[in-house]
């Protein structure tokens, strides 16, 4: 790697103040474990990076509010998120889905904010959160902010984040009454990133279904909420011929945004999409998987 | 700190050492370079292999990933620290009567995860097992003896606690 100057300030001020919104060579450096490949590689070749590793407090550490709000500060290590009480108690899907990201190497180091806001469509953690409806909260020069994780993410690999802001916390609102599942599904290795990510939340008594949020990940550039399914699932009660139409619904609501790679084609995972959407409300819904045998 | 080489303080293996390392200066490179422990070992960069695994505040880490000005003040501890006592761990032990090594290129990496992995589940399962240790890769296909290597090491584990 090319020499740099790296930096480790101690307080959030003084690294926002380290930042330079002009100069995209300017980055803050987490975990590290996504940036580092990207340096190694000499794809990203830093002028200054500003390590946020000697942070502490509200930024590093996780909570969880007598409403059953999470708030999660972006110096969390996916390691702490898997194993934490609160998430096992107040979002289990974060858990789940974090068991199969990675490998633990990569999960003791990288962190939530990094995660975020590197704007890699292939990580499993930003559809998770977004079908559970969870923020984001921002610092910049300008105070915080906050937006949905939805909105973070505008490309590939690009975020809406400038260049002199820094993602502080992570918020997952309460979840009454509602059932998520994430399903990822790789080609190659176990650990290898995903052909497909999908992260379903529904508001259900029994099978009958008031909401659901739907997001596709991993196959098209960004996170992607499917609202054709969503809206085809909202105020019905669910039967194997309904899961079977959402998933349909989706795989063509889906296709022009589907990107084949060497995971699989676009038609693979447009395939790929309607069978495991299928099964996943059948799980969730606890309904038999419907057309399997086909 | 700037682009220039500083002098980092950290506990290396039980003794406090002090280093000057360039910012762009890998943990792994290092280790090899400045202190000669030769256990880790970057093999596919990428922090996909394990090889180049080692603790850092008691956490493994991919040393490769990792840089080594952001040790200053941690403690990291690498495969030569497990029989500074004179005898092998219990992991090591195991490793060695399962037969689960060929060439024992990746073989620190691999007794490293299963320390963690046995701390963190003291009786894990062949899901357990493979799950956990599926970002460490073994070219000569050891994997079935590594399997059983890891529940000997537990029996092992449980009956030096019991």
């Not at chain 2, 970002?135 to 000997?152: D, F, M, T, W």
Request: some cysteine; proline content about 6%; hydrophobic content about 45%.
């Amino acid at each position: 790697m090319m020499p740099f100057d790296l930096v480790e300030p101690g307080t959030l001020r003084e690294a926002l103040a380290l930042l330079d919104p002009e100069d995209s060579a300017v980055r803050a450096f987490a975990g590290g474990t996504a940036l580092m490949l990207m340096m190694k590689s000499g794809f990203f070749r830093p002028k200054r990076l500003v390590s946020l590793n000697a942070l502490a407090g509200d930024v590093a550490s996780l909570s969880l509010s007598p409403t059953g709000e999470l708030r999660i500060g972006a110096m969390v290590r996916l390691a702490e998120l898997e194993r934490a009480p609160e998430i096992r108690r107040a979002a289990p899907v974060i858990a789940a889905a974090l068991r199969r990201h990675s490998n633990p190497r990569v999960r003791n180091v990288a962190t939530v904010g990094g995660n975020l806001a590197h704007g890699d469509p292939h990580m499993d953690l930003p559809p998770v959160l977004i079908a559970l409806g969870a923020e984001v909260e921002i610092e910049g020069p300008a105070g915080r902010r906050r937006l949905p994780v939805d909105g973070l993410v505008s490309g590939y690999y690009e975020t809406v984040l400038r260049g002199d802001e820094l993602i502080v916390a992570a918020i997952v609102p309460p979840q009454p009454r509602r059932r998520a599942l994430y399903v990822k599904c790789t080609t190659r290795a176990a650990d290898d990133w995903p052909a497909l990510g999908l992260a379903l939340s529904l508001e259900a008594d029994g099978a009958a279904i008031r909401a659901a949020t739907i997001v596709l990940g991993a196959a098209t550039e960004r996170p992607m909420r499917l609202a054709q399914a969503e809206s085809l699932l909202a105020g019905r009660t669910a039967d194997a011929a309904l899961i079977g139409e959402a998933g349909r619904v989706a795989a063509a609501e889906a296709a022009a945004a589907i990107i084949a790679d060497a995971r699989g084609s676009s038609a693979y995972k447009r395939r790929l999409l309607e069978v495991e959407l299928r099964r996943a409300l059948a799980r969730l819904l606890d309904l038999p998987a419907a057309g399997e045998t086909r | 700190m700037s682009a220039a080489p500083r002098t980092i303080r950290f506990t290396l293996n039980g003794r406090t050492v002090a280093a000057e390392v360039a910012p762009q200066e890998s943990l792994v490179t290092m280790l090899r370079d400045r202190f000669a422990l030769y256990g880790a070992r970057e093999s596919c960069g990428q922090g996909l292999c394990g090889c180049c695994t080692v603790l850092v505040d008691g956490r493994a880490v991919s040393s490769c990933l990792a840089l080594a000005a952001l040790v200053d003040g941690r403690a990291v501890t690498t495969i030569e620290h497990l029989d500074a006592d004179g005898t092998l761990d219990p992991v090591q032990q195991a490793f060695i009567e399962a037969g689960a090594f060929q060439c024992g290129f990746c073989t620190p990496g691999f007794v490293l995860m299963t320390r963690q992995l046995l701390e963190q589940h003291p009786d894990p399962g062949d899901d357990d097992i493979r799950h956990y240790l599926a970002g460490n890769l073994c070219r000569c296909g050891a994997y079935p003896e590594i399997v059983q290597a890891v529940k000997l090491a537990a029996a092992k584990r449980r009956g030096a606690a019991g």
